[in-house]
């Protein structure tokens, strides 16, 4: 079964403190995988997309990681900012173009 | 970027009643359309496909009488909820599908309108 599981559930760290979120799936083929940050009460918003033969993608303060073989990635945070707050969504997607969604983890940046 | 607006942001309705939820692809055309819908603290779960000019595909679980998506148009989207009960209180995110060329070859980017919240009483 295609699954995408994603830890810790929650987060709490301290304004300018790093950060790592765990991504692990079951998704078979694999087409590529996209990190999204998303906002209370609003659509995700796309930080990543890396596919099969990519192990590493940044954007800003945000870095992926992907292990294709272990069926695993990371998204890394540095030096937080409030506005990090939110939750960050794994996502995906199978050869076919079906998105499998994790449940996310919900960060909370304190000052 | 892609920018994708949705209307309502937000909508308080009775029970009983219908609500049309737009969703419009403002820069870009989409041929194909997600609906989610997300309930608090879940993730976002996909309700129907729909392509321009075509019958919506539904998920399994998801009444097609009930939740009627029209997808008329490539830059336009709607979805209705018709006799709208407290259970369909939920966040939905309409999510369409733009495809790019890379030189000879096309490929998909999938974008995310910013939501609707609808509160069923």
New interface residues.
Partial sequence: KNQVEQSPQSLIILEGKNCTLQCNYTVSPFSNLRWYKQDTGRGPVSLTIMTFSENTKSNGRYTATLDADTKQSSLHITASQLSDSASYICVVSAQEGKLIFGQGTTLQVKP | GAV?S?HPSWVICKSGTSVKIECRSLDFQATTMFWYRQFP??????MATSNEGSKATYEQGVEKDKFLINHASLTLSTLTVTSAHPEDSS?Y?C?PIRTSKDGSSSY?E??????T?LTVL
């Avoid at chain 2, 603290?41 to 996909?46: C, G, I, N, V």
């Avoid at chain 2, 999938?110 to 939501?115: I, K, N, R, V």
């Fill in positions: 994708v949705q603290k879940q993730s976002l779960m996909l966040f995110i999510s998909n999938q974008f995310f309108g910013p939501g919240r």
